[in-house]
DNA sequence: CTGAAAGCGCTAACAT
DNA sequence: ATGTTAGCGCTTTCAG
């Protein structure tokens, strides 16, 4: 059986008002009274029927943060931070998939979900600034994590530029000259493709390195197969890299793997390193180096912001934040032969 | 501006029944009505408030997946085929993460979570038979993966005793002698860690060989690092294992990076095997042999089943699916010296 | 085929 | 400190 207010407070003998503030604590209520209300919904096993509640507040208690893989453990571990963190806020957080699909993406900023969410978090990879800024709906947004600048929402990123440029410097740092990078983006969107590709150019000629074209893979998408496949086509080359960035540690892997079938070893012949420090970088062999965001700081961030804006009150304005990262050095582009 | 169907009957001319009619075609509607009640929504770009629509129907269109991990790829595989079929089926499905916490596990069976949802999907891994059947809770439940056996509801799973034997027997096929099993649990729960250790004991003896007490290695949780350092400590015995199953591919991966780290090889050392088949063990070197559940036979059917449920109807009584599973040899136990 | 109206359970404004 | 009540937006029964 299902209990709601009325049969609280028939049992308790007060108000449906009485017992909702009790529920609530909205208005003082007396200590005896309360008492007895607490006795009754004890007794009868009352929980508040959150759909009722939602439609009289015009609120769902519903955030979403939509990703473009489930999959990608990065996103997971993610996921997990903000699960947890909109929880100790009296929120449940919906993992949505975009799927990378620009359709999906442009679905989510119109508002237009399945479900009622009263914010959403999105990493976009496939929309850029003009269509953020065309957005009507106005369901607060977070963005995370990608290329998408100066819009008028709260942003929490890191520098992709100064991601991969810092990664790219370790690997000249190590002595490497031919470096190749894997994942940029073959059209005009994966914005944050673009800037981590930039990164690579800007840590080149900052070396004083020449950039050599045939060094920077495209892929399709950003997985392990991805990684690997243009690995393989990398070590085709008459002159083949002596060390490559991958867009994130899932190509980096994919990378590794192909070197490995190829029968040439990391960091000996090629030393490797992504971004996005996913567990997996530190189990394989060589382990992986990367460059660590703060994931726990840029889930936590995003969902306070995005809980700030639903509960109005005094917002700041929006704003980018550019979270930290850190490089990791491993295995992969540790000094060869080391291992 | 928020438009509800009020305004759309005023700017169509029509009640409000007939517009609810309109879009969910619950009763018919004249043709000539139903166009001009779809052009007052076009125009004015109306959605349902499911809020309100919930309270009205006492359902919230949500359903729930509560797993213990959010990061082991495993149910991130398996949360991304059910989403999508719980989309198919019109349902927004959550995610839950038990953490693999038995207080977190029994409270969902209580119904006692924060949103209100219409089923739930559970992968029990600390409340066993007696938790189950003592719920009162009248939210349809599906039980996916573990080992709950023998309760009133439905429960889709792969057979673990069978798994783990063919994975073991797969070993002994190989010609080897002193296999190990990493990941018993040290306590009376997690269920189905009990049940693979079954058929890991049951492989043995079929195939005449001793069981040594001293390669069952528990662990605490079942992540990589728990993984790496059982196989550490096997590898530090006086007669280390030539062979060893992993509880799951997280495990055995953690038990390869160990034996890296100790410079052995596998297959030619030690041969590895796991159960989940995660696309990470298709990328390892060596790749990872392991037995492979339909992830995507068992997150459709799940959904699928807790609908049929909460929607009622013709269903049949709850019944235990054991899905198939196959074995997929690949480096990690080939031919030692393969690659 | 269409309309009127009750009411799902709750919160919050208005009374007392 | 407590009670009364309108109404959130929708579905669905009862009338016509």
Redesign the pocket.
């Known amino acids: 059986m ?1 209990v ?3 049969d609280i407070a028939a049992r308790a ?6 017992v ?2 009790v ?2 604590g ?5 200590e ?3 008492r007895r209300v607490q006795r009754a919904i004890d007794e009868l096993g ?4 959150l759909s ?2 939602h ?4 609120r769902t208690g519903l955030i979403a943060l939509a990703v473009p893989e489930l999959n990608n453990p990065y996103f997971a571990e993610l996921a997990e931070v903000a699960i947890r963190q909109a929880a100790e806020l009296g929120y449940t957080l919906l993992m949505e998939n975009t799927a990378a699909d620009r359709a999906t993406e442009l679905a989510l900023l119109r508002d237009a979900q399945r479900h009622p969410i009263d914010g959403l978090i999105l990493s976009p990879v496939r929309v850029g600034r003009a269509e953020v800024l065309a957005r009507t709906a106005d369901t607060p947004l977070v963005l995370i994590g990608e290329g998408v600048y100066d819009v008028p929402h709260d942003h929490i990123a890191i520098d992709n530029v100064a991601a991969s440029r810092t990664a790219v410097a370790h690997l000249i740092a190590l002595g490497r000259r031919r470096i190749a990078f894997i994942g940029a983006s073959p059209g005009d969107d994966r914005h944050s493709a673009q800037l981590r590709l930039r990164g690579y150019r800007e840590a080149l000629s900052a070396a004083g390195l020449p950039a050599y074209p045939q060094l920077v893979a495209p892929t399709e998408r950003f997985g392990r197969r991805d990684g690997r496949r243009a690995m393989a086509g990398l070590l085709a080359l008459d002159e083949p890299p002596d060390a490559v960035l991958g867009y994130n540690d899932l190509v980096a892997i994919g990378a590794l793997r192909a070197l490995t079938e190829a029968g040439r070893r990391a960091p000996d012949d090629v030393a490797l390193i992504g971004i996005d420090d996913i567990e997996e970088g530190r189990f394989s062999s060589p382990t992986l180096s990367t460059v660590a965001p703060d994931k726990d700081e840029i889930g936590r961030l995003a969902v306070r912001r995005l809980v700030a804006r639903i509960e109005g009150g005094e917002v700041p304005d929006p704003f980018t934040v550019q979270t930290p990262f850190v490089l990791v050095p491993r295995e992969s582009t540790g000094p060869a032969g080391g291992g």
């Open positions: 299902v709601s207010l009325k003998g007060v108000s449906l008002a009485t909702s503030n529920v609530n909205y208005r003082p209520v007396g005896q009274t309360r009352y929980s508040p029927n009722a509640r439609l009289r507040r015009g």
